[in-house]
């Protein structure tokens, strides 16, 4: 198994949605770069570099660090507003995307953040 360099991805705990996606991603918090008024608006990646990758624009290098992602993050970079847009429309319905997973996939996004806390 490939160890993957260490980042940052930060999430709002109070969204289930959010929850799930980043039980599946298993990262920590990382934001001294970022205003504190500025955080809770979008997610961050935090690279290994401590760059700091917001909204739309996280999305291609957290790709990349995935297995598979390779195609995903060319995308990405390719199509920077049409990812930012994307982001946008999950992110202003995350109520809807929270609704639509399960209690128990839930618990485990719990439970796995929680065994890397």
């Known amino acids: 198994m490939t160890k993957l360099p260490a980042v940052i991805l930060i999430y709002d705990p109070d969204c289930g949605f959010c929850r799930w996606c980043l039980g599946k991603v298993l ?12 955080r809770p608006k979008s997610w961050h990646l935090v690279d290994e570099t401590g760059t700091v990758h917001s909204a739309g ?5 957290l790709f990349r660090l995935l297995p598979g992602g ?41 439970d796995r953040i929680a065994e890397r806390s």
Not at 27 to 38: C, D, I, T, Y
Not at 70 to 79: D, I, M, T, Y
Request: proline fraction near 9%.
């Open 27 to 38: 990262a920590n918090r990382l934001l001294e770069s970022v205003p504190p008024a500025e």
């Open 70 to 110: 390779g195609p995903f993050a060319s995308a990405a970079a390719r199509l920077p507003s049409a990812t930012q847009s994307g982001y946008g429309f999950v992110s202003g319905n995350r109520s809807i995307w929270g609704r639509l997973v399960t209690e128990g996939a839930k618990r485990r996004a719990d």
């Open 57 to 61: 624009a996280g999305f291609e290098p």
